[in-house]
């Protein structure tokens, strides 16, 4: 029976992250750059945490090349639902609900959003 470690990734191994399951595969210097046109970040500040994040396995590697080729490992929803579970569990006190209140209680969400949202409702309630 084999067992899956869940590795909780870091804010900055989420970032890194992002722009892999948008991109598919990349590059150090792709990822960089993209990184750095949000925020001070060094080349090689990205490349020690790519290749820990390679090491913790949360992203492969293809490095037949010379340039290394980048991709996420972990499924990005499953990702998304244990640090959502997490999160749920540690600062909300186990409720959704109150997840919910707090995420929608600012008014931030679009009517596209909040449409959507009706309709995942009105088919829980149907259920």
């Keep these: 029976m084999s067992t899956t470690k869940t590795v909780k990734p870091t804010e900055s191994e989420l970032e890194i992250l992002q722009l892999l399951w948008a991109k598919g595969l990349a590059t150090v210097r792709e990822v960089h750059e993209e990184l750095a046109a949000t925020k001070d970040v060094g080349y090689t500040t990205t490349l ?23 991709q996420a490992a972990v499924n990005k929803e499953k990702t998304q639902k244990h640090l959502l579970d997490k999160m749920i569990s540690g600062l909300f006190g186990g409720s959704a609900t109150q997840l919910v209140i707090q995420a929608l209680g600012e008014g931030k969400a679009s009517q596209e959003e909040l449409d959507r949202i009706q309709a995942l409702l009105n088919d829980l309630k149907n259920k």
């Design 48 to 70: 020690k945490l790519m290749q820990i994040m390679h090491e913790k396995g949360l992203v492969k590697r293809d490095d037949s090349m010379r340039t290394h080729i980048y």
